[in-house]
């Protein structure tokens, strides 16, 4: 690994600290090295806050001029909720600029680096796959004003999901939960759907070691029959019911009196217009969903290629004895169009990664 690639992974690792918590900007982080030697740091800590250039620049003076920016988006050059990045790279005035991912937002694309080309400072395009990975969701939102939705569901070992009667069961272990933390973490958003809510009253929020952070979260309702009582009102940063046109307009009040936010979508003969949801979730700003719904859900999705990336998590220990099925991952439609692109085992569970073809 060159220099060029350990600093821009370096600016990665420092934008994957604020992933999930910027929307509707993106997680970016910054690293100035000169002579070899860090002169500082910086990410985006959110929407209206510093851009991470600037924060990695604030405390550096005169010995900036000549260092290298390594940044792992390209560097904005128009006035938003801050001032461009561009003119404060021009000030300093750095001798290099290495960024590692075109920003898709056509006010931007490609015009940061030709500015600081022609402002006399280096200006390198390095792309890189961990990079490239890192802003998929963003580049999906920025390109389809959706929202990128990945879909996750666990199975027992004899391809189950839950009891007879609908009750949760525990089926994946330590490992597989920590992965579903650390993805709820780098999603904007949580969706999940009423029959899920009140089978489980999950708390949907993020646990890492001591840690306990809330993220707001989506449930689709199509008659807002939501109880405030559930735990999920003291464990979410808000929350959001996706209903139906037909539903009872003094309930709705009702609800948005209790602070409860209701979004509205067309309504089919079996239900919610779902391919709807991503374009209400995008028009919130947020880049990425992770989903967490029941089977017969989660095959509508992934039916009508809703979500654009999913994970299976299966046990290789958990029989469920008279349970509720998935699907036959081996004769079902519901995964036709996805094409699994990687297998990891997690302790007692298997992890299948899918993306749509």
């Given at each position: 690994?060159?220099?060029?690639?350990?600093?821009?992974?370096?600016?990665?690792?420092?934008?994957?600290?604020?992933?999930?918590?910027?929307?509707?900007?993106?997680?970016?982080?910054?690293?100035?090295?000169?002579?070899?030697?860090?002169?500082?740091?910086?990410?985006?800590?959110?929407?209206?806050?510093?851009?991470?250039?600037?924060?990695?620049?604030?405390?550096?003076?005169?010995?900036?001029?000549?260092?290298?920016?390594?940044?792992?988006?390209?560097?904005?050059?128009?006035?938003?909720?801050?001032?461009?990045?561009?003119?404060?790279?021009?000030?300093?005035?750095?001798?290099?600029?290495?960024?590692?991912?075109?920003?898709?937002?056509?006010?931007?694309?490609?015009?940061?680096?030709?500015?600081?080309?022609?402002?006399?400072?280096?200006?390198?395009?390095?792309?890189?796959?961990?990079?490239?990975?890192?802003?998929?969701?963003?580049?999906?939102?920025?390109?389809?004003?959706?929202?990128?939705?990945?879909?996750?569901?666990?199975?027992?070992?004899?391809?189950?999901?839950?009891?007879?009667?609908?009750?949760?069961?525990?089926?994946?272990?330590?490992?597989?939960?920590?992965f579903t933390h650390f993805r709820r973490a780098q999603a904007d958003v949580i969706v999940t759907s009423i029959s899920t809510l009140m089978a489980d009253d999950p708390r949907l929020n993020v646990r890492s070691g001591s840690s306990v952070i809330k993220k707001p979260v989506w449930i689709l309702d199509q008659r807002l029959s939501f109880s405030p009582e559930c735990q999920l009102m003291d464990t979410a940063q808000s929350v959001t019911l996706v209903h139906g046109n037909s539903a009872s307009e003094e309930r709705r009040q009702n609800l948005l009196?209790?602070?409860?936010?209701?979004?509205?979508?067309?309504?089919?003969?079996?239900?919610?217009?779902?391919?709807?949801?991503?374009?209400?979730?995008?028009?919130?700003?947020?880049?990425?969903?992770?989903?967490?719904?029941?089977?017969?859900?989660?095959?509508?999705?992934?039916?009508?290629?809703?979500?654009?990336?999913?994970?299976?998590?299966?046990?290789?220990?958990?029989?469920?004895?008279?349970?509720?099925?998935?699907?036959?991952?081996?004769?079902?439609?519901?995964?036709?169009?996805?094409?699994?692109?990687?297998?990891?085992?997690?302790?007692?569970?298997?992890?299948?990664?899918?993306?749509?073809?």
């Amino acid at each position: 690994m060159n220099e060029d690639h350990k600093f821009l992974l370096e600016a990665l690792d420092l934008a994957a600290q604020r992933k999930g918590y910027t929307s509707p900007n993106p997680a970016v982080g910054a690293i100035i090295i000169k002579e070899g030697r860090v002169l500082g740091r910086g990410f985006h800590f959110g929407t209206g806050s510093p851009h991470a250039e600037v924060e990695a620049l604030k405390n550096l003076g005169i010995e900036a001029a000549g260092a290298t920016l390594y940044v792992t988006l390209e560097p904005c050059c128009h006035f938003g909720k801050t001032p461009p990045c561009t003119d404060l790279l021009k000030s300093k005035p750095l001798g290099r600029v290495v960024y590692g991912f075109v920003d898709p937002n056509p006010i931007v694309s490609g015009k940061g680096g030709e500015i600081l080309n022609q402002a006399g400072i280096k200006t390198d395009y390095l792309p890189l796959k961990e990079i490239q990975d890192f802003y998929k969701s963003y580049a999906w939102w920025t390109g389809h004003q959706k929202t990128w939705l990945t879909g996750k569901l666990a199975l027992s070992q004899d391809e189950k999901v839950c009891s007879a009667d609908g009750s949760p069961v525990k089926i994946t272990g330590e490992l597989a939960d920590r992965f579903t933390h650390f993805r709820r973490a780098q999603a904007d958003v949580i969706v999940t759907s009423i029959s899920t809510l009140m089978a489980d009253d999950p708390r949907l929020n993020v646990r890492s070691g001591s840690s306990v952070i809330k993220k707001p979260v989506w449930i689709l309702d199509q008659r807002l029959s939501f109880s405030p009582e559930c735990q999920l009102m003291d464990t979410a940063q808000s929350v959001t019911l996706v209903h139906g046109n037909s539903a009872s307009e003094e309930r709705r009040q009702n609800l948005l009196a209790r602070g409860i936010d209701c979004v509205a979508v067309s309504e089919l003969d079996d239900g919610l217009c779902l391919s709807e949801l991503a374009l209400r979730l995008g028009e919130r700003g947020y880049h990425e969903a992770w989903c967490e719904f029941g089977p017969r859900l989660f095959s509508a999705f992934a039916k009508n290629k809703l979500f654009q990336e999913i994970f299976l998590y299966h046990s290789t220990q958990v029989k469920i004895a008279n349970g509720r099925e998935a699907f036959n991952r081996e004769t079902s439609p519901v995964l036709e169009a996805y094409k699994k692109v990687s297998e990891e085992k997690l302790g007692c569970d298997i992890k299948e990664s899918w993306n749509l073809k």
